[in-house]
């Protein structure tokens, strides 16, 4: 079964947050003293999230990506992921982290069925990476990447490039793949919490490729059918490969394919859309064929892209852990 929208597109690819805790503050995720956490209560159980995730197979998804906040905070989060690895029809269970309790749990989210991870990790200096993180330890983060590899899970690292944070680090991010079968994601900045003269932050994907062309000769790499919106490279030689996603100057829009739900049970088509659906109540009453339901319905009114680029957002201002970015 395929599930499209108005205009063509498949949409096989949920993400799907399990909390809105987070161990770091990131300074394009949220202020500095962080914000509201939802009570307990209002958290979808494992077993509502179950519901949802098998509602949302049945009509088509065949990707789900756990996230949060940061998922591997969440009591009982590898049982989970078990349970969710053996829904019929689902083809990829993968899962983003910020690695921080990575090295601990490695083996485990191999052996659940979890079959790649998304690190975000957006420096290697450890004073810029304290910066950008508030709280968080890059050692840890490192340790948790060792850990995943021994554990054999393939690993992409994302990291959002902002002018005059990080940029400078482009080449070294780009370095790690040479000896490392790493997939490294450059992400243009997104002005999720709209803080002020968030512009000058922006990096545009083609300056970051022009920069990356004056040390590299890279080629494109063919996406599959379940990839993101990554446009994908491969520098000569390297084990791994580097990507870009110009979530502002290139609008992947036309190629989007995946839609989101909350810790909470809100569902939407595009992260920077107001619109949401309610699925609690359906989810709570066992209701599969009114999620799917409402989960088709959702899909049909998908808006054609978003209405962000470089200079503006038309957007509320979210925080990324609330929404499950």
Same mark, same amino acid.
């Given at each position: 079964?395929?599930?499209?929208?108005?205009?063509?597109?498949?949409?096989?690819?949920?993400?799907?947050?399990?909390?809105?805790?987070?161990?770091?503050?990131?300074?394009?995720c949220m202020p500095a003293e962080g914000v509201a956490k939802l009570d307990h209560c209002e958290v979808l159980s494992y077993e509502?999230?179950?519901?949802?995730?098998?509602?949302?197979?049945?009509?088509?998804?065949?990707?789900?990506?756990?996230?949060?906040?940061?998922?591997?905070?969440?009591?009982?989060?590898?049982?989970?992921?078990?349970?969710?690895?053996?829904?019929?029809?689902?083809?990829?269970?993968?899962?983003?982290? #910020?690695?921080?309790?990575?090295?601990?749990?490695?083996?485990?989210?191999?052996? *659940?069925?979890?079959?790649r991870l998304n690190v975000s990790l957006d420096s290697l200096d450890p004073e810029v990476f304290q910066r950008i993180t508030r709280?968080?330890?890059?050692?840890?983060?490192?340790?948790?990447?060792?850990?995943?590899?021994?554990?054999?899970?393939?690993?992409?690292?994302?990291?959002v490039v902002m002018r005059g944070v990080n940029d400078n680090e482009i080449d070294d991010f780009a370095a790690l793949t040479l000896?490392? #079968?790493?997939?490294?994601?450059?992400?243009?900045?997104?002005? *999720?919490?709209?803080?002020?003269?968030?512009?000058?932050?922006?990096?545009?994907?083609?300056?970051?490729?022009?920069?990356? %062309? =004056?040390?590299?000769?890279?080629?494109?790499?063919?996406?599959?059918?379940?990839?993101?919106?990554?446009? =994908?490279?491969?520098?000569?030689?390297?084990?791994? #490969?580097?990507?870009?996603?110009?979530?502002?100057?290139?609008?992947?829009?036309?190629?989007?394919?995946?839609?989101?739900?909350?810790?909470?049970?809100?569902?939407?088509?595009?992260?920077?859309?107001?619109?949401?659906?309610?699925?609690? +109540?359906?989810?709570?009453?066992?209701?599969?064929?009114?999620?799917?339901?409402?989960?088709?319905?959702?899909?049909?009114?998908?808006?054609?892209?978003?209405?962000?680029?470089?200079?503006?957002?038309?957007? %509320? +201002?979210?925080?990324?852990?609330?929404?499950?970015?």
């Amino acid at each position: 079964m395929h599930l499209k929208d108005n205009y063509g597109r498949t949409i096989n690819y949920l993400r799907l947050s399990v909390t809105d805790r987070c161990d770091m503050r990131c300074m394009y995720c949220m202020p500095a003293e962080g914000v509201a956490k939802l009570d307990h209560c209002e958290v979808l159980s494992y077993e509502e999230l179950l519901v949802l995730a098998r509602a949302a197979v049945a009509v088509g998804v065949e990707k789900i990506r756990v996230t949060g906040g940061e998922p591997l905070v969440r009591k009982g989060i590898l049982g989970f992921l078990r349970k969710l690895a053996k829904i019929p029809g689902l083809q990829q269970l993968v899962l983003t982290t #910020n690695g921080q309790l990575l090295a601990g749990m490695a083996d485990e989210l191999k052996q *659940a069925g979890v079959q790649r991870l998304n690190v975000s990790l957006d420096s290697l200096d450890p004073e810029v990476f304290q910066r950008i993180t508030r709280c968080g330890d890059l050692n840890r983060v490192l340790a948790g990447l060792d850990a995943a590899e021994r554990a054999g899970l393939p690993i992409k690292l994302n990291m959002v490039v902002m002018r005059g944070v990080n940029d400078n680090e482009i080449d070294d991010f780009a370095a790690l793949t040479l000896e490392r #079968n790493y997939s490294v994601r450059f992400i243009e900045y997104m002005p *999720a919490i709209q803080e002020q003269n968030w512009q000058e932050l922006v990096v545009p994907g083609d300056e970051i490729l022009q920069r990356l %062309t =004056e040390k590299y000769s890279f080629t494109p790499v063919i996406r599959g059918a379940l990839a993101g919106p990554a446009q =994908e490279f491969k520098i000569a030689g390297a084990q791994g #490969n580097i990507g870009v996603i110009t979530a502002l100057s290139g609008h992947f829009c036309g190629d989007c394919n995946r839609i989101r739900t909350t810790a909470s049970g809100q569902v939407r088509s595009c992260l920077f859309s107001t619109e949401e659906v309610d699925l609690r +109540p359906l989810i709570a009453a066992n209701d599969i064929e009114a999620v799917k339901d409402q989960l088709t319905r959702l899909v049909c009114d998908k808006p054609e892209r978003h209405s962000m680029d470089e200079l503006s957002a038309g957007h %509320t +201002p979210f925080t990324m852990a609330k929404i499950g970015g």
